[in-house]
């Protein structure tokens, strides 16, 4: 019976993945979606069903962005899931937030489609589901009309000079300085004291959770020239803003273009890493390990782990939670079923 086109992709993944984990002694994995509250729950057990980890982990990243608690909890895992470090495969989209898990990356592979976006924190819209609006957008708001204000100002202070010589410079900068108040009391009086609050808050955090994550990858060029983290959260006019390969080669001290099987992979992969996922849409997350697991290694674990429990202590009747990272065990709370049937958290 002939295979489905389906089941051949599905082959030529496995395959490739394979010859790519054992070369390089990694785990390839595919994430697509967005960073919203909850997910990384999710994704925390997904991580410890896995039995064996190898040492590093290649990992093709798409995602719109979302919550930085969230991309930082994420990324905190994964760089202790894979202690030899993470290398970061971006094909498409890979935005705000997205880019904060990228710094926890010892290497960054960005395709000729792929695109990284300002550390840019999202701030949720008062009465509005799912919506975020940016926070560079508050900030270069802000710049705009003081710079309008400035330039209003001198308009008035050099035509009232020129049309009343005699007047002093005193007086003519008081009288300026009320015209401007005039025309622009009502646009500033919009701006809501707490967004632009909120909205420094929001870098802070960001920058902070940045800070630590690079202190494991070391890959955010700083120098007297250049501070790769400064430029990400405050060098771009806003959101959207394209980071190419190019442009983050200025920024990241390893970022290359995936070359070898790790393109060939991409290039089979197509959409699911390049179109970010999203909730929205009603899409599921793509989150998937592509290479297999290695079947003698978590055997021997097993057997390990039964011969330690039958040297004659009274067994636990409550089920163990699933075998994860040893490093990141007990980071949430992981639910565990007991014999009466009814959940409590361990």
């Not at 009465?127 to 710049?143: I, K, P, Q, T």
């Amino acid at each position: 019976m002939a295979k489905s086109p389906e089941e051949v992709k599905r082959q030529k993944i496995g395959r490739l993945a394979d010859a790519i984990a054992k070369k390089d002694d990694c785990d390839v994995l595919i994430f697509n979606f967005g960073l919203e509250g909850g997910f990384e729950e999710h994704v925390y057990r997904f991580l410890a069903k896995r039995k064996t980890k190898r040492s590093k982990l290649l990992l093709f990243l798409t995602t719109e962005g979302g919550q930085a608690h969230v991309a930082y909890r994420i990324a905190r895992w994964l760089q202790d899931a894979y202690p030899g470090g993470i290398t970061m495969v971006v094909c498409g989209w890979c935005k705000s937030a997205g880019t904060l898990i990228c710094i926890a990356a010892r290497r960054l592979l960005i395709a000729d489609t792929g695109e990284l976006g300002p550390l840019d924190v999202q701030i949720a819209k008062a009465d509005e589901m799912w919506e975020r609006s940016s926070g560079l957008v508050v900030e270069a708001a802000f710049e705009k009309l003081q710079q309008e204000s400035f330039k209003l100002f001198f308009k008035h202070l050099m035509d009232i000079k020129e049309q009343a010589g005699r007047i002093t410079f005193k007086t003519a900068a008081d009288l300026a300085a009320h015209m401007v108040i005039g025309q622009t009391h009502d646009i500033f009086a919009k701006i809501d004291p707490l967004t632009v609050g909120e909205d420094y808050r929001s870098n802070l955090i960001a920058e902070q959770y940045a800070i630590r994550l690079n202190l494991k990858a070391n890959n955010i060029v700083q120098s007297h020239r250049v501070d790769g983290l400064d430029v990400l959260l405050r060098g771009y006019p806003g959101h959207t803003f394209v980071i190419d390969r190019e442009e983050a080669s200025r920024l990241f001290r390893h970022v290359a273009a995936p070359i070898g099987k790790a393109a060939e992979l991409a290039q089979i992969l197509g959409n699911d890493v390049i179109v970010p996922r999203s909730v929205i849409r009603k899409e599921a997350p793509k989150l998937e390990y592509l290479n297999a697991e290695d079947s003698r290694t978590a055997k021997a674990k097993v057997a390990a782990k039964g011969a330690a429990k039958g040297g004659g202590r009274r067994r636990s009747r409550r089920k163990a939670a699933p075998a994860g990272p040893a490093n990141i065990r007990g980071r949430v709370p992981v639910r565990v079923e007991p014999e009466g049937g009814e959940r409590e958290a361990a």
